[in-house]
């Protein structure tokens, strides 16, 4: 954990993780409810408590100097450690059951250590876990049998939050050069994956001839198909299990677009609206997770 200087509020990190990733004194003042001059007085105050200058001034609006970047980097996980802490001191006892829903993909990449935090901080909340694709998954929570969700974005989610955004990739075998067979075959998900339909447009754009021979509602079935030297698929980039390994341009295959995972919310129960917060404030901190947005 960082140590801090005896007496620095964290207040004044609080702002100014908020100036830079809003890049504006003004944005940040409004979250925190200060006036503008009150955030400058703020990091004037900071600056002078750590000896060095964190912001300068440029064409864009404020960039981090050296100084800056690497507090920032240190700031961000020791507010969240000291909301956590006062939270769990100060909030009442959250108490229930709350069901997620997820798809496979995610479960091991991300899911272990978030939940594990969660579980320390609300220990008397039962947590349910159902994987499933993401088209699935949201017909469900329409029909109240999820309180939260965890879907490829462009699913149907209505007022979700966008978590995370990265690459998707070609994935195949070690062992076999299926991906250089035409028609390419692949082992891919329902017709309505957003990754099933990213794949087969760059196929198209590319034009290269394709045919799904094999077709899973989990990664594990996908993974098991290219394993045996059937065909390939697409997925995430790591971790893989040994045998797999990510194809690109290099072995005659189109790239692929970003992708984005968004938190669909169906509940606002408190178990529910705690369970969402702990989960947007944990990807924030995620490589490839996206900072809030000014509305």
Not at 10 to 22: C, M, N, T, Y
Not at 24 to 47: C, D, H, N, P, Y
Not at 198 to 203: D, F, M, P, R, S
């Amino acid at each position: 954990m960082l140590a801090l200087p005896a007496g620095l509020d964290p207040d004044l990190l609080r702002s100014f993780v908020l100036i830079a990733e809003g890049n504006s004194f003004t944005r940040a003042a409004q979250k925190v409810g200060r006036t503008q001059s009150a955030i400058s007085m703020q990091m004037r105050r900071l600056e002078d408590a750590l000896g060095q200058q964190l912001l300068a001034r440029g064409r864009a609006g404020f960039a981090l100097t050296p100084h800056g970047a690497w507090l920032l980097d240190r700031a961000r996980p020791w507010l969240a450690m000291h909301d956590e802490i006062v939270a769990n001191f100060r909030s009442p006892d959250v108490t229930g059951h709350v069901r997620l829903g997820t798809p496979d993909d995610y479960v091991l990449v991300w899911l272990p250590e978030i939940l594990a935090r969660f579980a320390e901080s609300h220990p008397a909340v039962e947590l349910e876990v159902i994987c499933a694709p993401s088209s699935e998954l949201m017909q469900r929570q329409e029909r109240g049998e999820l309180d939260l969700s965890l879907v490829s974005a462009g699913n149907g989610e209505r007022n979700g939050t966008t978590l995370w955004r990265g690459p998707l990739h070609w994935v195949g075998s070690t062992a076999h050069a299926v991906h250089r067979l035409s028609p390419l075959r692949l082992s891919l998900a329902q017709p309505s994956c957003v990754w099933r339909r990213a794949a087969t447009a760059a196929l198209d754009a590319a034009g290269l001839p394709w045919r799904a021979t094999y077709s899973s509602s989990s990664q594990m079935g996908t993974h098991a198909v290219v394993l045996a030297g059937l065909a390939i698929t697409v997925g995430l980039a790591a971790p893989l299990p040994p045998g797999l390994c990510v194809l690109g341009e290099a072995d005659g295959l189109p790239p692929l677009p970003e992708f984005e995972i968004a938190l669909a919310s169906g509940s606002d129960t408190p178990v529910a609206l705690a369970l969402e917060r702990h989960i947007i404030d944990s990807f924030r901190h995620e490589p490839g997770g996206l900072p809030d947005r000014d509305g």
